[in-house]
């Protein structure tokens, strides 16, 4: 069996799962898949810690929102940089429509958690309500429906994951 070939099964369904050649990797596995999970954990976290800041006032909550949105937007800037290195030697999958509504639904959940980091810096109570939360519900949802395109659509039509007739 090739090396690129794996024979499975998902579900009692046979699956085969062919390789991407992603140019931006340590050991063939490509570095933005591993980048991605980090930001949205720490952003969907910091959505979390703002709403505990706003129930009980309590600045640990607030500090812990700061935190993490400067941790996301880190490792987001990584994950940009390995995406896009990808993406730009990757011509063809530059072409299909679907990859770019995943790629500006992550540079809009970026540069809002950017704008969050700044309203987070301001003192007390001001920093997270309301323009922190609201800030941190639309990076919520902006990184939610982005990564389910960048899952359902990208991935799919790609054809990393195929399922075997």
């Given at each position: 069996?090739?090396?690129?070939?794996?024979?499975?099964?998902?579900?009692?369904?046979?699956?085969?799962?062919?390789?991407?050649?992603?140019?931006?990797?340590?050991?063939?596995?490509?570095?933005?898949?591993?980048?991605?999970?980090?930001?949205?954990?720490?952003?969907?976290?910091?959505?979390f810690t703002d709403l505990a800041y706003?129930?009980?006032?309590?600045?640990?909550?607030?500090?812990?929102?700061?935190?993490?949105?400067?941790?996301?937007?880190?490792?987001?800037?990584?994950?940009?940089?390995?995406g896009l290195v990808d993406l730009g030697?990757?011509?063809?999958?530059?072409?299909?429509?679907?990859?770019?509504?995943?790629?500006?639904?992550?540079?809009?959940?970026?540069?809002?958690?950017?704008?969050?980091?700044?309203?987070?810096?301001?003192?007390?109570?001001?920093?997270?309500?309301?323009?922190?939360?609201?800030?941190?519900a639309l990076v919520l949802i902006v990184?939610?429906?982005?990564?389910?395109?960048?899952?359902?659509?990208?991935?799919?039509?790609?054809?990393?994951?195929?399922?075997?007739?």
């Amino acid at each position: 069996m090739p090396s690129d070939i794996i024979r499975s099964t998902v579900q009692g369904t046979p699956v085969q799962l062919t390789a991407v050649d992603e140019k931006v990797a340590i050991v063939r596995h490509p570095l933005y898949p591993m980048f991605v999970p980090f930001p949205n954990a720490c952003f969907i976290g910091a959505f979390f810690t703002d709403l505990a800041y706003w129930g009980t006032a309590e600045m640990m909550w607030a500090d812990f929102s700061a935190w993490l949105l400067f941790a996301g937007v880190v490792l987001g800037v990584l994950a940009l940089i390995a995406g896009l290195v990808d993406l730009g030697q990757r011509r063809y999958v530059a072409t299909h429509a679907p990859v770019w509504p995943h790629v500006l639904g992550n540079l809009v959940a970026l540069g809002l958690s950017i704008l969050n980091c700044f309203v987070h810096s301001r003192d007390a109570w001001t920093s997270v309500v309301p323009q922190g939360l609201i800030l941190s519900a639309l990076v919520l949802i902006v990184v939610l429906t982005s990564n389910w395109i960048g899952a359902s659509v990208v991935v799919y039509r790609r054809r990393v994951v195929e399922v075997a007739r």
